[in-house]
DNA sequence: CCGAAACTTTGATCTGCATCAACTCGCGGT
DNA sequence: ACCGCGAGTTGATGCAGATCAAAGTTTCGG
């Protein structure tokens, strides 16, 4: 049924969507042909670079995005500075707070990224009246949520080693398709990041990231690049 | 709207359904009149005590729930026993994990609860083909995201007064609705309970409480009985 | 190619919370 | 009323991770 709607819609495509990345993602793929026409002639792409801002905590946006490419942190700031990452989203992941306008957290580009920019009035206006996209967000807020319990857990329970190699088998699951048992990837994030995702210190996830290196679980390549030849000694390091 | 559909349905309601807190509520508050007719007489009532578990971590659950009366806590426990919670639902809230079967975490009565219990078939069913609900669980989904990610800055990044100040706030807010400043409410946790909520031990659980005592915070009687004199003060503790 | 700034690692020390260990309180049973 | 047990508190000590400090690495503009 999904192959047939997107079958159909296809001739009246507009051209930036045709050969678009998330042109079957959450938003997209839940649209009919004309919705898709109306959308993509009023979204705009935008190339973020790595640390810009795409929406301010406590602000008001008149937008929604949809990540093409790169990766987008969620984060939480405290008036006093302390910070947290409560969550990072991947291609072709949708971005924004429906129903409600002014956004408690702040979403920013990790990496260089690209980002289909929605008026927030105009999809709102498509959800009210697209059964099937409502469902198709309805699904992506549930999976964030089991997210969000997964790495409530690691917060609360894990320790400093278990926590950074948590995050080293999110990132191996979300990034890359893997090829056979070993995994390489660039991390998205710096220290100083990974330390607001996993309520630590820089030095501690340093120091952890060097633990794990010695014992073999991983490699490290330039900071940033990693190795992973096992992803099941990775996993068991986590104790899930 | 709401309140013509309402009003409407209310001709044909089940008897148990028409005195009902959640009548209203996420689920109920979404379904046409002949829809309510059918889950009202397929849904028993459940009375649970407190500590008795609703569903099972990684068992697959034929049935959903909505909260009538009482308390839920989600669990989600590690093979070694670490344990966090990841949630806690007042009524009328609905529980349940919909579009998947085998559930990533355990629900269990914190307090003594009442419980309407939905066949998930039928439910799933009326999911499918009631925008409407849809639409309501989404916004309940969201909300619960919005809780999970605002916890997770909690366990990530505040000390263990400030996350005692929070559980507190967090109760004090869900659970009665208060009188002026002054604020009184009945725990529905144990301090081991808050202590793996908070991703801490009982000790220090116990002497953040006492702390709290001592400072003029709050008053406690009988370990479970909390007075907040007054709530700006408790949310200062919080620096949110 | 050089130099400065930003990022990362490594080392030394400190501390907030965990752990271990009594002890107290409240409650239900006999 | 007394006992016994689970829940909560309080105290002493230990340790994982924070903090402070410094050196090494990468990047990039000139």
Redesign the pocket.
């Known amino acids: 049924m999904d192959v047939a709607r997107s079958k159909v819609s296809d001739a009246g495509t507009p051209v930036a969507c045709a050969s678009c990345q998330a042109r079957h993602g959450i938003v997209c793929g839940a649209l009919w042909s004309s919705q898709l026409r109306e959308l993509g002639r009023q979204s705009p792409r935008r190339t973020v670079d790595a640390g810009s801002e795409i929406i301010a905590q406590g602000a008001e946006s008149s937008f929604y995005s949809n990540i093409m490419r790169g990766v987008v942190k969620l984060c939480k700031v405290m008036p006093d500075g302390r910070q947290q990452i409560v969550g990072l989203q991947f291609a072709p992941d949708f971005v924004g707070r429906p129903f409600v306008r002014e956004s408690t957290l702040s979403a920013e580009a990790a990496t260089d990224a690209e980002i289909c920019v929605f008026p927030r009035d105009l999809l709102d206006r498509m959800i009210s009246e697209t059964p099937e996209l409502q469902r198709s967000l309805l699904d992506q807020a549930l999976k964030e949520l089991d997210a969000a319990r997964e790495w409530m857990l690691t917060l609360g329970r894990r320790?400093?080693?278990e926590k950074v190699a948590s995050l080293l088998h999110l990132i191996a699951t979300h990034a890359e398709p893997q090829t056979a048992t070993t995994t390489t990837f660039d991390l998205p994030l710096?220290?100083?990041e990974i330390a607001d995702f996993l309520?630590?210190?820089?030095?501690?996830?340093?120091?952890q990231?060097?633990r794990l290196r010695k014992s073999g679980v991983i490699r490290?390549e330039?900071?940033?690049h990693i190795i992973v030849p096992d992803m099941d000694e990775l996993e068991r390091m986590i104790s899930a």
Do not use: C, N, P
Request: proline fraction near 0%; hydrophobic fraction near 40%.
């Open positions: 320790t400093a080693e710096s220290r100083a309520g630590m210190t820089i030095e501690t996830v340093s120091r990231m060097t490290i330039k900071f940033r």
